[in-house]
């Protein structure tokens, strides 16, 4: 399946029982990967979408502690990587905290660009943090796109 949106095409698919898309590999079940496609498809459609439907991929217990406080942060609102690494159990470690995001290996479905330098600013998305990255560009849109949903 290919989803058209603003920032380009989110190319879903199945090999061996697990999920592809552009944002990374997702093990799961046939009937929970069906849920998924169709909670992208409202949440590309511009229908809020408060949290997908995801296992934690493995990795250290900090990152994952981070992954799962991220996909807490509500649909349309932001937050830092100091108030990203306080939720995770460690206020100290807002560098680490920006490590677990560019390392997310499943980004909008943890959605690692409700997460903001403590100034406000886009920092970085996917690893890339150049103003003309295709990848902060993406970030931004989807930052817009939660914004124009949740408008009266």
């Given at each position: ?14 090999i061996?029982g ?12 046939k ?8 909670q992208?498809?409202?949440?590309f459609?511009?229908?809020?979408v ?26 349309g609102k ?16 807002a ?10 290996p499943i980004?909008?479905l943890t ?31 989807l ?10």
């Open positions: 399946m290919i989803l058209e949106t603003n920032i380009g095409s989110v190319s879903l698919g199945y061996g697990n999920m592809m898309c552009e944002f990374g590999r997702i093990a799961v079940e009937e929970p990967a069906k849920k998924l496609t169709q992208l498809s409202d949440y459609n511009g229908k809020k408060q949290r997908f439907t995801i296992e934690t991929p493995s990795s250290s217990p900090f990152k994952q502690q981070c992954w799962e406080a991220c996909r807490n942060i509500p649909y932001t937050i830092s990587y100091k108030e990203l690494a306080t939720l995770a159990g460690s206020p100290k470690a560098r680490a905290a920006g490590q677990a995001m560019r390392t997310n980004a909008i959605p690692c660009h409700r997460v903001l330098s403590s100034s406000g600013q886009l920092h970085g998305y996917a690893g890339q943090t150049s103003p003309k990255s295709i990848e902060l560009k993406r970030k931004h849109f930052l817009e796109l939660e914004q124009r949903t949740i408008r009266p």
